[in-house]
Structure formats: structure tokens, C-alpha cells
């Protein structure tokens, strides 16, 4: 659907800020996509390339085989009904109505006005604003100017959804409410859905791959899963770390060392059907050990779910060894925690 | 009672003056609303980063606003006489007036328009563009309505000063209120008459600001 190929974007002159560094990323047909990084990492001008927001300095983009950075001006705007964009601080016009804001962009699109209002009403009740179709944006809440954002980014049936940062300005619990409802939407319509994001939370929850921007580089990408369990660049294993341990794991570590210093701290990692059997018990039967669990912790994401969970081992000599070794047999990855 | 205190005033000849004064003011700022939002809209879209992006435009447009912004009103008047002259084909009646009245106003209020469109939030022009929005587009669907209540607000400001330009303007020869309380009340020393211009003109401002006032806070939803 989406392909990037050694796209680079540099600001001003030769000396200019490289905001995007030679990115490579292909983006499958329905996927939900996210891009994760720290403000400054160039995610926010990635995606504005891709609606030709903004021109590529070298490389190609192309999104349902049209070249972007080479359409011209007429077809670039036809292109932008197509890819359509919602945005963190929402971007609604304030001066017109969630009826009229919904109907703007059919109104560019030169829809006829009866086919325009029973469109309108239609999302309406897509995004479950039925009710407040009368308001102006000053009177809603941001979870529902948001929707009215989505509404919007609906409007032309697009085939791909870019997300800027959408749910950064929500609440928790109002960011789980859009998440279910992009999800949603990606199941029913099957578009593809782009969201940059720097919260590891959004790309766990909805997800199916992930890029990790730094610097304006990707320096990792793959299934959410693969990339929870096995996280290589520093700056991934910190944003999984967001998510899989809660926060004071750390000093629970450094408390069992010091309380019993002779037991073998095991990290294990549980994917898919694992989590859900009881390895544990079995492992207390077969062996002469005793088990202290420091902390556990299941995350679902689109991929299946992933537990993780930090155990003591106690036993004598080899037995701890040949515990480990039971669990790797079991389809668990068991890593013995090192004190650095 | 208003016969003692305005002894010398002809009522008929005032409710002339203050038509014609009320016709200066009404058409002049429908010419300057015009000519002042297309300016101001060029001013804004021609700056660096805006839609047109363009040194030169931006460079003339501004030269041209700031230059005419910068002359006195009774001089402008006098420097335009013979342009006024070929397009209203006389320099006498409130009609003379316009041309000056609108060229002296109309680069005051394009800075406000201007002010008024950087007040609009960058993200919904972008977001009108990411829809595939062309300039005229956004400038009708967005620019405008999205800075309606400062366009009203500052085309109301506009009109009171242009109904104390047409007060000058009536001094040399355009007729209204102003003629009248110079010609018929200060050079015929009658006190009264001046007064009594000075009063009718005092109600068109407040009619002009509580009309204008009401018309913002009727459109202003934020």
C-alpha cells in the first residue's frame, strides 16, 4: 500500500536540519502502522510526507502505486482525499458546527448537497456523536472533537488514515475510547491506518507493526510482538520497558538481592497460549526448588499477548540450572537476570 | 424647548447634511471592507511560510499599505484630485469623496486583517489542506469565517474613522455633517449648528459600535 524508499527531508540549505534520514518502510495493505519516538525524531514530518504535506528532499513514495512526490498540484489534492489525516490538537474549524465541520471535506470534494447530508449523518453515527450534531467545537469535549476529527478524516472514504499524534492531548481513559474506535474502523472500513505516536501504550494496544524512529532514522521495525519480546536498539528497549514493567521494578530487584542474596533472579518471557498455562506449578512439582515471584505482568497487544515475570529461584546446586532448562523445553524464554 | 437651545438650526438642511454624511460613511466602508480584506489576505498568504510565500509580492503589497497608511488624510485628499477627478468625472458632493476615503482607510484595515488572520490556528489551514483544499477554498471556508469576529470588529473601528474622515472630506467641499458644522456653524459663528452636528455624528458612532459589537458576539462561537 505505502512504500518509502530512502526517503530523506532536509530543511533549508545543504547545512539545513535533516528532520528525516534515509527511511525505508513498507506499509501493507489494512495494516495499522505506528511510529514511535521522542519529539524532534522526525516522525511528525514522516508523515506529512506522506500526504505531501510536505516534499521529500531525495528518495520515492508511493501510495497505492502514485508516486507522490511527483503528482502534480490538481493531483496531489485528489491524492489528499484518499489519505486523509487527523491531528493532536484536532484542527477543527470553530466557526462551523460538528455537522458542518464533518461536511467540509465533502464539500471540497464537490458532493452534491443531498448526498453530502446523508454521508454526514451517516458518521455521525459511525463515531457516535448522535446528539451533538448541532454543537460547536467550543462546546465539546476532546475526546469528541476528536471524533469529529475522524468523522472528518472519513468523510472522502479514504484508503489510508494518517494519525498525528491523535490521542496525545486525551486522557487515559478517552485515548482507549479512540483506540477501540480506530480499531474499529480499520476492521469495518479495512483501511490502512498510519499513527505516529510517542506512547509505546497506543502502538501496544492497537498495533500490528511498529517503526522506531530516532534521530530521523528508523533504527528498528517489525510485528509488535516480535519487537516487545526482542527489543535490540537501546531506545526500543526503553519504550518497551514503558509497558512491560511497571514502574519501581527496579528497586523490587535490588530489595530480593538484598534480602536473600543467594537466589537466582530468572526473567521469563510467556508469548501467545504460554501465558495462559500453568508452567509454574508444574515446574515447583518436578523440582526441588522454592519460587519467590517478584513481579508478573501480561500485556495484550494486536499479536497476541506477552507476559513477563521475575522470579526467584531458590534450590540447591545444579537443581536451579536444570529448572531453567525446564523451562526453556516448556516454550518459555528464561534468561537468568545478571546483578550489573 | 429645541428651538431656544439651537436657534439658528434648519433641521431640513441638517437631515440633508447627515444623509449625506451617513452615504460617505456606509459606502466608503463597503469599498474599504473590499479593498482592505483583499490586501490584508495578500499581506498574509504572500508572508514567509503562508500558501504564496513571495518576497516581492509580500515587499509591494506592504511598501504600498505602509505608504498609504502613512499620509495624512487632507493631504491624500488634495494628492488625489486629479485621479478623483477622472474616475467620478467632478471634485464636488459626497461622491468625490469616496475615492479618497477609501484609499486613505482601506490600507489601515488590510494591517488589521491581517492581525486577524495570524490569529487563526496554523493546524486548521493545514488540516484544510491535507483535504485536498485549494487556496481559493481555504481562503473563502477558512481564512474568512475563521476570523470573522476580528474582521467585524476591526471594519467596525474602520467605519468610525472613516466617519471622522468624512467630517475633513466635508470641509472642502463634500457636503455632510462636517461641511455643515465648519461652513454653516463656525464661519457664520453659530455655535449651535456645530453642536447640533457634532451630536448627530456622535449617535452614528454609537449606532455603528453597538451594531458592530452585537454583530461579534452574535458570531463568535469560541
Given at each position: 500500500m505505502i512504500e518509502l524508499k530512502d526517503v530523506t527531508k532536509r530543511y533549508g540549505q545543504e547545512d539545513g536540519l535533516l528532520a528525516v534520514d534515509g527511511v525505508t518502510l513498507s506499509i501493507g495493505d489494512g495494516a495499522i502502522f505506528g511510529i514511535i519516538g521522542y519529539s524532534g525524531a522526525g516522525k511528525s514530518t514522516l508523515i506529512r510526507l506522506l500526504n505531501g504535506l510536505e516534499k521529500p528532499t531525495s528518495g520515492s513514495i508511493t501510495i497505492a502505486g502514485r508516486e507522490i512526490s511527483s503528482v502534480s498540484a490538481k493531483e496531489l489534492r485528489k491524492v489528499r482525499q484518499k489519505v486523509s489525516m487527523i491531528f493532536q490538537h484536532f484542527n477543527l474549524l470553530?466557526?462551523?458546527?460538528?455537522?458542518?465541520?464533518?461536511?467540509?471535506?465533502?464539500?471540497?470534494?464537490?458532493?452534491?448537497?443531498?448526498?453530502?447530508?446523508?454521508?454526514?449523518?451517516?458518521?455521525?453515527?459511525?463515531?457516535?456523536?448522535?446528539?451533538?450534531?448541532?454543537?460547536?467545537?467550543?462546546?465539546?469535549?476532546?475526546?469528541?472533537?476528536?471524533?469529529?476529527?475522524?468523522?472528518?478524516?472519513?468523510?472522502?472514504?479514504?484508503?489510508v488514515l494518517l494519525c498525528d499524534e491523535a490521542t496525545s492531548a486525551l486522557d487515559p481513559e478517552t485515548t482507549d475510547q479512540i483506540l477501540d474506535l480506530l480499531t474499529d474502523i480499520n476492521q469495518r472500513l479495512g483501511l490502512t491506518i498510519v499513527m505516529i505516536t510517542h506512547e509505546m501504550h497506543v502502538i501496544r494496544k492497537i498495533c500490528h507493526q511498529v517503526a522506531v524512529m530516532e534521530s530521523g532514522r528508523v533504527v528498528e521495525k517489525g510485528n509488535v510482538l516480535d519487537v516487545f519480546q526482542h527489543p535490540q536498539a537501546v531506545i526500543t528497549k526503553r519504550f518497551v520497558s514503558q509497558v512491560t514493567e511497571p514502574a519501581g521494578t527496579e528497586q523490587a530487584l535490588a530489595h530480593v538481592r538484598q534480602e536473600v542474596p543467594d537466589g537466582t533472579l530468572v526473567k521469563l518471557v510467556f508469548i501467545g497460549e504460554r501465558t495462559e498455562q500453568p508452567v509454574l506449578s508444574s515446574l515447583i512439582r518436578s523440582f526441588q526448588v522454592d519460587v519467590n515471584i517478584v513481579q508478573g505482568n501480561i500485556t495484550h497487544t494486536q499479536g497476541g499477548a506477552y507476559g513477563t515475570l521475575i522470579l526467584q529461584i531458590l534450590g540447591n546446586g545444579s537443581v536451579v540450572q536444570e529448572a531453567i532448562q525446564f523451562l526453556q523445553r516448556e516454550g518459555v524464554q528464561a534468561e537468568v537476570i545478571v546483578h550489573d | 424647548?429645541?428651538?431656544?437651545?439651537?436657534?439658528?438650526?434648519?433641521?431640513?438642511?441638517?437631515?440633508?447634511?447627515?444623509?449625506?454624511?451617513?452615504?460617505?460613511?456606509?459606502?466608503?466602508?463597503?469599498?474599504?471592507?473590499?479593498?482592505?480584506?483583499?490586501?490584508?489576505?495578500?499581506?498574509?498568504?504572500?508572508?514567509?511560510?503562508?500558501?504564496?510565500?513571495?518576497?516581492?509580492?509580500?515587499?509591494?503589497?506592504?511598501?504600498f499599505v505602509n505608504v498609504?497608511?502613512?499620509?495624512?488624510?487632507?493631504?491624500?485628499?488634495?494628492?488625489?484630485?486629479?485621479?478623483?477627478?477622472?474616475?467620478?468625472?467632478?471634485?464636488?458632493?459626497?461622491?468625490?469623496?469616496?475615492?479618497?476615503?477609501?484609499?486613505?482607510?482601506?490600507?489601515?484595515?488590510?494591517?488589521?486583517?491581517?492581525?486577524?488572520?495570524?490569529?487563526?490556528?496554523?493546524?486548521?489551514?493545514?488540516?484544510?489542506?491535507?483535504?485536498?483544499?485549494?487556496?481559493?477554498?481555504?481562503?473563502f471556508k477558512v481564512l474568512i469565517p475563521e476570523s470573522l469576529p476580528a474582521l467585524i470588529s476591526g471594519i467596525t473601528v474602520t467605519a468610525i474613522s472613516l466617519l471622522g474622515f468624512t467630517a475633513m472630506a466635508g470641509v472642502i467641499g463634500a457636503g455632510g455633517l462636517g461641511n455643515a458644522a465648519f461652513l454653516d456653524g463656525f464661519q457664520r459663528n453659530r455655535g449651535d449648528v456645530t453642536m447640533a452636528a457634532t451630536i448627530l455624528i456622535l449617535i452614528i458612532v454609537f449606532i455603528i459600535q453597538f451594531v458592530g459589537d452585537a454583530a461579534v458576539k452574535k458570531m463568535d462561537k469560541r
Open positions: 470553530w466557526s462551523r458546527t460538528v455537522k458542518g465541520n464533518i461536511a467540509f471535506p465533502l464539500e471540497i470534494a464537490g458532493v452534491p448537497k443531498a448526498e453530502r447530508e446523508r454521508r454526514v449523518e451517516e458518521l455521525i453515527d459511525l463515531v457516535g456523536l448522535r446528539g451533538r450534531e448541532n454543537a460547536h467545537p467550543a462546546e465539546l469535549s476532546g475526546g469528541q472533537k476528536q471524533r469529529v476529527g475522524i468523522a472528518r478524516a472519513l468523510a472522502n472514504e479514504p484508503e | 424647548m429645541i428651538e431656544t437651545i439651537f436657534p439658528n438650526v434648519d433641521w431640513d438642511v441638517l437631515w440633508e447634511a447627515t444623509k449625506e454624511t451617513i452615504y460617505m460613511t456606509v459606502a466608503s466602508t463597503i469599498f474599504t471592507f473590499i479593498l482592505g480584506l483583499i490586501l490584508g489576505i495578500v499581506l498574509f498568504l504572500s508572508s514567509p511560510g503562508q500558501l504564496w510565500a513571495n518576497r516581492l509580492l509580500n515587499f509591494i503589497t506592504s511598501a498609504f497608511r502613512s499620509i495624512p488624510f487632507l493631504i491624500l485628499i488634495i494628492l488625489l484630485i486629479p485621479f478623483t477627478k477622472l474616475i467620478m468625472e467632478s471634485m464636488r458632493g459626497p461622491q468625490a469623496a469616496l475615492p479618497a476615503l477609501v484609499i486613505g482607510a482601506a490600507p489601515f484595515y488590510a494591517r488589521m486583517v491581517l492581525i486577524a488572520l495570524q490569529e487563526i490556528d496554523k493546524g486548521v489551514i493545514e488540516a484544510a489542506r491535507s483535504m485536498g483544499a485549494k487556496t481559493t477554498t481555504i481562503i
